[in-house]
């Protein structure tokens, strides 16, 4: 099996940073894309920010220029980075891995169970 932990989430003022982690364990053959997503009280979960195994990322319009994704292969691990942040980043973030557990086996997703991020004045 796979386990995703994300760390790094809490109360922060208007404007503070945060930096979040998720660090990937188990029976890891390959780690492919990583994601950050988030949800917010009564909206959908939405796509923040991608990252491929190379190095390649993706961010949603909303974050573009304030948040940064990283990764560490050899930790097996991703990071978001939140500078300037708005009462509208609040949220439960979850980071999403697509992993094969084994040589020949298909890829599959893997969820971590969410840190909340809360922005307030």
């Known amino acids: 099996q796979v386990q995703l932990v994300e760390s790094g989430g809490g109360l922060v003022q208007i404007g503070g940073s945060l930096t979040l982690s998720c660090a990937a364990s188990?029976?890891?053959?390959?780690?492919?894309?990583m994601d950050w997503y988030r949800q917010a009280l009564g909206k959908e979960r939405e796509l923040v920010a991608a990252?491929?195994?190379?190095?390649?990322?993706n961010y949603a319009d909303s974050v573009k220029g304030r948040f940064t994704i990283s990764r560490d292969n050899a930790k097996n691990t991703m990071y978001l980075r939140m500078n300037s942040l708005k009462p509208e980043d609040t949220a439960v973030y979850y980071c999403d891995a697509i992993v094969r557990t084994s040589w020949g086996q298909p890829t599959r997703h893997y969820w971590g169970q969410g840190t909340q991020v809360t922005v307030s004045s």
């Open positions: 188990g029976s890891i053959f390959s780690l492919y894309d």
């Open positions: 990252i491929t195994s190379g190095g390649s990322t």
